[in-house]
């Protein structure tokens, strides 16, 4: 059976989208996170767009061991250039390099003749192989491109060395059925196209991303790009977790494998979400929270008789086990550390003694610690950076004839500081608190609180997303109390201004 590689871009078009930027420390996450679900690639960003992005790639390139990785590239040499001072550390190093192909980008973006495209793309795909053994083509807007200079383009680049063809759907513009003939007939026309992989990247403006992505893969394509929660421009990329999925569950149709644990799926998706503050929705196929609830009692009844009425995957196969609630105050560390691994977290020493103390926090308050529970912990320590302030205490006066106080403790630079402010409501009232402890002022951009299981002792998650002087970052906070997550996230996204501030000199 063939198998189709997985190519993932998540650290770069998935980052680029509005809200999804991660720093280094994130990235690097996910990179890990990435090599776990066993993806064949992993785009870790475009070297030359900042000294921050030549960051990631490098640092990823250097942590990625069982992955090529891959920086993107436009046609010129300097970009080439960046692209492998970045990469050259890694196992397995791409170059991703691309050009406009569309009359309309050439004509309106690039403002280049089709015959200059054409020897840009051969002469930085030949630069690009002087330096590196493997080096990507993409031609950007290929499925609005004319097909007879699109072969001519990928003829080229085939012959200056090229190990790997994209085809993108760049503006999410294609149906199924015509991107399926544009791969068939790139086959049947590009000389030389049997000797390198044939990859496709779909966009999903129309929603139809994935299935443009099948169509590709039934016609001939070897190579799957894609994104964790199909995060990216505009509408985003094909979703990595349905098209693995659908290979794997249609295999007896399709008849394709890819190299991807999908026991990993749930996990991944998770921490995307986690990192970038943007939720799954609800009916997201595979990884959304009503992907296998049965609410119907027709539905319920076929589900008691025999699970294959209505569910043609199981949740285990993405690695999302029944949410049972095995452990309380009386767990201990053993039993905590065997339930992380049953749901697929192995983590270090270190990282398992700070989940632990946080679960005996949260054990203390609540009665029944679910795997939902379970989860958020974790996910909060994968994502932790080094804290310039720190929380110590906070005393808060509420109600609905008063105006709202606040009192908040903390450790900003190794100095006790403590302040008192008002507000509109206790969230306001803290987060005015804590801006006087630090003698700074940000924007809040966006304030998200949702609960992370049923009940009334449930924890809260609140995801803050601030801004000042041009740069965004968001904090997350989870607490039994809605007010104590509120602080705990606008103080770790401050913790992460900070941080950022510092990576970028
Ligand atoms: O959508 C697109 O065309 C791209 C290319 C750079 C591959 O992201
Ligand atoms: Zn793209």
Redesign the pocket.
């Known amino acids: 059976m063939t198998t189709i590689k997985i190519f993932d871009?998540t650290l770069r078009?998935g980052e680029q989208s509005p809200g999804c930027s991660m720093n280094l420390q994130e990235k690097i996450e996910v990179a890990r996170q990435l090599e776990k679900l066993g993806v064949d690639m992993i785009e870790a960003g475009f070297a030359i767009v900042s000294p921050g992005d030549f960051q990631s790639v490098k640092t990823v390139a250097q942590t990625v061991k069982n992955a090529s990785v891959v920086s993107?590239s436009r046609a010129l040499k300097k970009d080439i250039d960046s692209s492998y001072e970045a990469l050259k550390d890694a196992v397995s190093p791409i170059i991703?390099t691309?050009i406009a192909t569309s009359p309309i980008h050439m004509e309106y973006k690039l403002k280049m003749k089709p015959e200059d495209v054409l020897n840009q793309a051969v002469d930085m795909v030949k630069y690009a192989r002087s330096l590196c053994p493997n080096v990507e083509f993409?031609a950007?807007?290929a499925s609005r491109s004319e097909p007879e200079f699109l072969y001519r383009v990928f003829e080229g680049v085939i012959k200056a060395g090229a190990t790997c063809i994209?085809v993108?759907d760049?503006v999410g513009y294609s149906m199924p059925d015509e991107f399926g003939a544009l791969i068939k007939n790139i086959k049947e026309n590009v000389r030389g196209i049997e000797k390198v992989d044939l990859s496709v990247?779909c966009?999903n403006d129309l929603g139809l991303a994935v299935a443009n992505t099948l169509a590709a893969v039934r016609a001939g394509a070897t190579q799957a790009?894609c994104t964790i929660n199909g995060i990216g421009?505009r509408a985003g990329n094909a979703a990595l977790e349905e098209i693995t999925m659908a290979i794997a569950t249609r295999q007896d149709f399709l008849g394709f494998v890819t190299n991807i644990n999908t026991k990993q799926i749930y996990n991944s998706s998770r921490l995307i979400s986690a990192i970038t503050g943007v939720p799954v929705q609800p009916n997201k196929a595979v990884v959304g929270a009503n992907a296998f609830a049965h609410e119907a009692g027709i539905h319920q009844h076929g589900i008691m008789a025999n699970k294959k009425t209505y569910e043609i995957m199981t949740p285990e196969s993405i690695g999302l086990p029944q949410n049972v609630i095995v452990l309380g105050k009386h767990s201990g560390k053993h039993a905590f550390e065997q339930r992380l691994k049953e749901l697929g977290y192995v983590i270090d020493e270190q990282r398992l003694s700070e989940s632990f103390d946080r679960f005996k926090e949260l054990a203390d308050r609540k009665k029944d610690v679910s795997d939902l529970d379970l989860r958020a912990l974790v996910e909060m320590e994968q994502i932790e950076i080094p804290e310039d302030i720190e929380l110590d205490s906070f005393v808060i006066n509420s109600g609905n004839k008063m105006t709202s106080t606040a009192v908040i403790k903390m450790v900003y630079d190794g100095n006790r500081v403590e302040e008192a402010a008002t507000g509109d409501g206790p969230v306001d009232a803290a987060f005015n608190a804590i801006e006087r402890c630090i003698g700074e002022s940000f924007v809040l951009e966006d304030y998200i609180v949702r609960s992370v299981t049923g009940g009334k002792d449930a924890q809260g998650e609140v995801v803050v997303k601030l801004s000042k002087g041009g740069k965004k970052v968001k904090g997350r906070g989870l607490s039994t109390d809605i007010v104590e997550a509120s602080v705990k996230a606008y103080i770790d996204a401050i913790n992460r201004y900070y941080y950022q501030k510092k990576m970028e000199g």
């Open positions: 871009t078009d993107l991703h691309f993409s950007e807007d994209n993108p760049t990247h966009h790009e421009e």
